[in-house]
């Protein structure tokens, strides 16, 4: 009797804590996906702030440090590093809209909450683009 609950308890996987190897083949579901991009992007944004304000306050100041401003923004690194917190901002301000409908009890069921999730991650990656394109003057 003994040994059968022993094969008993061998037979199931305990997971304390997830491994790479589970993590791949884990298979998250959308509402997770924006979740975790929202905190990200939300890191982002608040790790950047320094950045932010920096460029805030040379655009600002006087006329050479705009003439400083708009040298230091055409680099194409710093338009990558700017695109990359307008996504952030687009993504964390449309996916706190929807955190906030969620909050009102709006969208909460399961088949609702993946839908606005990829609307949310669909949306913030588009309106990305469309600033993207204005600001790598591509229109």
Same mark, same amino acid.
């Given at each position: *009797? ?7 308890? @061998?037979? &199931? ?7 790479? =190897? ?5 298979? $998250?579901?959308? !509402?997770? &996906?924006?979740? %975790? ?5 939300? =890191?982002? $944004? ?14 600002? !100041?006087?006329? *050479?440090?705009?003439? &400083?401003?708009? *040298?230091? #923004?055409?680099? %194409?690194?710093?338009?990558? %590093? ?5 996504? !952030? ?9 929807? +955190? ?5 009890? %709006?969208?909460?069921? @399961?088949?609702? !909450? ?13 309106? #990305? =683009?469309?600033?993207?394109? @204005?600001?790598?003057? $591509? +229109?």
């Amino acid at each position: *009797m003994v040994d059968a609950q022993q094969d008993v308890k @061998k037979a &199931k996987p305990v997971y304390r804590n997830i491994g790479l =190897a589970q993590l791949i083949k884990y298979r $998250l579901p959308w !509402a997770g &996906k924006v979740s %975790i991009l929202h905190r990200i992007s939300g =890191a982002a $944004l608040f790790l950047m702030l320094p950045f932010i304000l920096y460029l805030f306050d040379q655009s600002l !100041a006087s006329e *050479m440090s705009y003439a &400083k401003f708009q *040298m230091l #923004t055409g680099h %194409i690194l710093v338009k990558l %590093i700017a695109l990359g917190l307008i996504w !952030a901002f687009l993504h964390h301000f449309c996916a706190g809209i929807r +955190y906030l409908l969620l909050d009102l009890d %709006i969208g909460v069921e @399961k088949v609702d !909450a993946n839908r606005s999730a990829i609307i949310v991650f669909c949306l913030g990656l588009l309106l #990305t =683009a469309l600033v993207g394109l @204005k600001l790598f003057d $591509l +229109y």
